[in-house]
Nanobody
Framework: QVHLVESGGGLVQPGGSLRLSCAAS????????MGWYRQAPGKQRELVAG???????NYADSVEGRFTISRDNAKNTVYLQMNSLKPEDTAVYYC???????????WGQGTQVTVSS
């Protein structure tokens, strides 16, 4: 019913930048929260950043000040601008949307971000 497609991942040097995009399609109610999670090999999946349809944001302590989440409600698209990237940011990044009135969220397929010199 809801399809999420991430893009923008890739290989970048430490200190570099990437911008991730996630476009949602399908049956999406206007009141929702979209976010980015990441999972590195052997580690737990963690919340990176989230943003409500009203524009309220939250960030993991490890990325605050370096990453910025934003969204385009008309396009049902969420972005993650990642600056000052570090090797420890290397992970698969997943887009998520939680929609008001539904008990479960929806996930994208993930996009690989690798930070290496």
């Amino acid at each position: 019913q809801v399809h999420l497609v991430e893009s923008g991942g890739g290989l970048v040097q430490p200190g570099g930048s990437l911008r991730l995009s996630c476009a949602a399609s399908g049956s999406i109610f206007s009141i929702n929260t979209m976010g980015w999670y990441r999972q590195a090999p052997g580690k737990q999946r963690e919340l990176v950043a989230g943003i409500t349809s009203g524009g309220i944001t939250n960030y993991a302590d490890s990325v605050e000040g370096r990453f910025t989440i934003s969204r385009d409600n008309a396009k049902n698209t969420v972005y993650l601008q990642m600056n000052s990237l570090k090797p420890e940011d290397t992970a698969v990044y997943y887009c998520n949307i939680w929609i008001l009135g539904r008990g479960n969220g929806y996930w994208g397929q993930g996009t690989q971000v690798t930070v290496s010199s």
